[in-house]
């Protein structure tokens, strides 16, 4: 049973658009949530984390959203750039985020097209 | 889906002493296997990636002499901390992957969490 849950595998959208990833989540436990970056042959990059008493946190491009009430949350990057080309994961915590294990979502591969 | 498991999943141990993971790919054969370092609110610190029947490749900063790892078979992967020490006390989550290190999909572990007094 998959606790985070993304259900798009991959995405692709053009230069300068919007991305937008989601992530959906079945514990209530979960008050912390990170999204991870992937390029191929590399391990995972942390990108923008979020915690359950905000509902929106920004850093660049990046914007993550978040809806305790329908457990989901979802990553925006704007605008797309081709070297966001990648695998982002989508991970859950509980405890604040002072537990150190994450549940991982599989991933949605994105590509930007120039 | 394809299953990860890491044994153990949690280990308190006493200074100075040397600590086995194990990692196992369940329903897949992993070519590669990935071992990583997390801190709480940090992200996955990639330690070294593990191919089957060779020696790892460590990343800059990690020790290999610390941190021996071992990839025996398609399915197993194992980290040993030896000599550990209370500034090693993190969790370890080791991922697999069978379509080859650029193939993108990569199934993580459940994590280790390793605690030494």
């Known amino acids: 049973d998959q606790q985070v849950k993304q259900n798009s595998p991959s995405l692709s959208v053009q230069e300068g658009r919007i991305s937008i990833l989601n992530c959906d989540y079945t514990?209530?436990?979960?008050?912390?949530f990170l999204w991870y970056k992937k390029y191929p042959a590399e391990g995972p990059t942390f990108l923008i984390s979020?915690?359950?008493?905000?509902d929106k946190n920004e850093d660049g491009r990046f914007t993550v959203f978040l809806n305790k009430s329908a457990k989901h949350l979802s990553l925006h990057i704007v605008p797309s750039q081709p070297g966001d080309s990648a695998v982002y994961f989508c991970?859950?915590?509980?405890?604040?985020?002072?537990?150190?294990?994450?549940?991982f979502g599989k991933g949605t591969l994105l590509t930007v097209n120039p | 889906g394809a299953v990860v498991s890491q044994h153990p999943s949690r280990v308190i141990c006493k200074s100075g002493t040397s600590v086995k993971i194990e990692c196992r790919s369940l329903?897949?054969?992993?070519?590669?296997m990935f071992w990583y370092r997390q801190f709480p609110k940090k992200s996955l610190m990639l330690m070294a990636t593990?191919?089957?029947?060779?020696?790892?490749?460590?990343e800059q900063g990690v020790e290999k002499d610390k941190f021996l790892i071992n990839h025996a078979s398609l399915t197993l992967s194992t980290l040993t901390v030896t000599s550990a020490h209370p500034e090693d006390s993190s969790f370890y989550i080791c991922?697999?992957?069978?379509?080859?290190?650029?193939?993108?999909?990569?199934?993580f572990g459940p994590g280790t969490r390793l605690t030494v007094l």
């Open positions: 991970a859950a915590s509980p405890d604040g985020g002072s537990n150190y294990k994450l549940t």
């Open positions: 514990n209530s436990m979960f008050d912390y």
């Open positions: 593990s191919n089957e029947g060779s020696k790892a490749t460590y």
């Open positions: 329903d897949f054969q992993a070519t590669t």
């Open positions: 991922s697999a992957a069978s379509g080859g290190v650029d193939s993108g999909e990569q199934f």
């Open positions: 979020i915690s359950s008493i905000k």
